[in-house]
């Protein structure tokens, strides 16, 4: 890898949250350990979403998570800190979906 790819590769992990070898090597290897990933899997996920979350589309400034079904361990995707709460509590409860939405459509 040439110093020019080396630093554009920082520039990219540093964009998406991730701390980059020699840094903070943690992140990326709890990544792979945990879920089978690379740092090049990452990086074309996280073209496919043009650098933003999943769901939401946006980004927020905080790093986007890796968001997997806890039962199988698929990854789905990457998303935001504030998607991944919400995602994890519907995910859990789902029976309040409809609840949810009965209650929104209130204030219409």
């Known amino acids: 890898?040439?110093?020019?790819?080396k630093e554009e590769l920082r520039e990219r992990l540093d964009k998406a949250g991730i701390p980059h070898l020699g840094k903070n090597s943690h992140s990326l290897s709890k990544m792979h350990y945990v879920y089978g990933l690379t740092t090049?899997?990452?990086?074309r996920m996280l073209d496919k979403q043009n650098g933003n979350c999943a769901?939401?589309?946006?980004h927020w400034g905080s790093k986007?998570?890796?968001?997997?079904n806890h039962k199988t361990g698929k990854i789905r995707?990457?998303?935001c800190e504030r998607c991944n709460r919400?995602?994890?509590?519907?995910?859990?409860?789902?029976t309040l979906i409809p609840?949810?939405?009965?209650?929104?459509?209130f204030g219409l």
């Open 77 to 79: 995707g990457l998303i």
């Open 1 to 5: 890898m040439t110093p020019e790819e």
């Open 64 to 68: 986007l998570v890796i968001d997997h």
């Open 99 to 105: 609840k949810i939405k009965k209650y929104l459509s």
């Open 55 to 58: 769901i939401c589309e946006e």
């Open 86 to 94: 919400f995602v994890g509590y519907i995910e859990n409860h789902p």
């Open 40 to 43: 090049e899997e990452y990086l």
